[in-house]
């Protein structure tokens, strides 16, 4: 069973100042955190996987978060992808969930809300590809 502190997890970011936080919380929490800052840079960090969770922020230049998951998809990767985003809309919750993003935390991210958020996705459910969103 994984548990928070066995996961490997690529955290997917174009403002270096969320990528350099996020990275670091991971790491503090004794997480294997690997950083890409575009789209194209995870896609290449995938196939240099294997990884148990993906941290995507979904507004980003050239290949956004949801073409970057589908894509990941495509290729055959079924780890968890959890969308970041400083928006709450409808529209990019169904968009992200369409494309295979089960879960969605809104930024700023603190430790506490990852803390929560890591412990629930190993537990299960939202590991599988049939489940449905959770938004934190």
Known sequence: ?????????????????????TTTMLIQMGITAVKASTGEQALEEVEHGPY?????????PGIDGTKT????????YNMTIMAMSAYNSINGHSRAHQAGIRVFIRKPIDSDKLTEVLDLLTEGPYLLDDAPMMSV
């Open 69 to 76: 998951t589908r894509e990941i998809r495509k290729k055959g």
């Open 1 to 21: 069973m994984l548990t928070p502190t066995n996961l490997k997890v690529l955290v997917v970011d174009d403002d270096e100042v969320n990528l350099l936080i």
């Open 52 to 60: 148990d969770l993906v941290l995507m922020d979904l507004e980003m």
